[in-house]
């Protein structure tokens, strides 16, 4: 079955503690993208990438790491300098043809709490 | 700055009734509109889009109708059944936008009662 695998499903973060959020994906897509939930609001892009070794800051970067050493594997870290990371984080990918008109295509998330 | 906007938190509908769900955008740039459906604890599930060439996208019981001048789309469900209520986002994207990511409004929470 083709799709988008975030693990874990919950993840707690102690303070000062970078943590890793896992996003592989089987759909032979080009370009990944990492959104954060917050309650009562849309989706907002944290990092995106469209090619492998490439990827490029979305609107809210800040306190985020990310890595694209493979097509399948788009893993987003938390680090400790993101003061309010506590959110429900979502990874997408899609088919990259160079125009607007494809997709994303989401994991089932990844719910982030601070201990 | 919210660029796409979904201004019904909720909506509440009958089975069988006809299900409209509103948006509005601000960003004359965007040219490819979706909508998704989202259960809680889930990631979005992608439902139908359309582009701007287009002013209409119908997929089974789901139409999509685009308005460019008033930058506004708008989701039918008909008829819409009680597995239908979930939360449905609205998310727009253009080619100047990064890497062509999705802008979402906050979302409206249909209820689809028997």
């Known amino acids: 079955d083709g799709g988008i695998t975030q693990s874990p499903k919950y993840l707690f973060r102690k303070e000062g503690q970078n943590v890793t959020l896992s996003c592989e994906q089987n759909?032979?897509?080009?370009?990944m993208y990492w959104y954060r939930q917050d309650p009562g609001q849309g989706l907002r892009l944290i990092y995106y990438s469209q090619i492998v070794n490439d990827f490029q800051k979305g609107d809210i970067a800040e306190g985020y790491s990310v890595s694209r050493e493979k097509k399948e594997s788009f893993p987003l870290t938390v680090t400790s300098a993101q003061k309010n990371p506590t959110a429900f984080y979502l990874c997408a990918s899609s088919i990259w043809s160079g125009s607007s008109n494809q997709p994303q295509h989401f994991g089932d998330g990844t719910r982030l709490s601070i201990l | 700055d919210q660029q796409v906007k979904q201004n019904s938190p909720s909506l509440s509908v009958q089975e069988g009734r006809i299900s409209i769900l509103n948006c509005d955008y601000t960003n004359s740039m965007f040219d490819y509109f979706l909508w998704y459906k989202k259960y809680p604890a889930e990631g979005p599930t992608f439902l139908i889009s359309i582009s701007s060439i287009k002013d209409k996208n119908e997929d089974g019981r789901f139409t999509v109708f685009l308005n460019k001048s008033a930058k506004h789309l708008s989701l039918h469900i008909v008829p819409s059944q009680p597995g239908d209520s979930a939360v449905y986002f609205c998310?727009?994207?253009?080619?100047?936008?990064?890497?062509?990511?999705?802008?979402f409004g906050k979302g409206t929470s249909l209820l689809v009662t028997p």
């Open positions: 759909l032979n897509h080009d370009a």
């Open positions: 998310a727009a994207s253009s080619n100047s936008n990064s890497g062509y990511a999705l802008n």
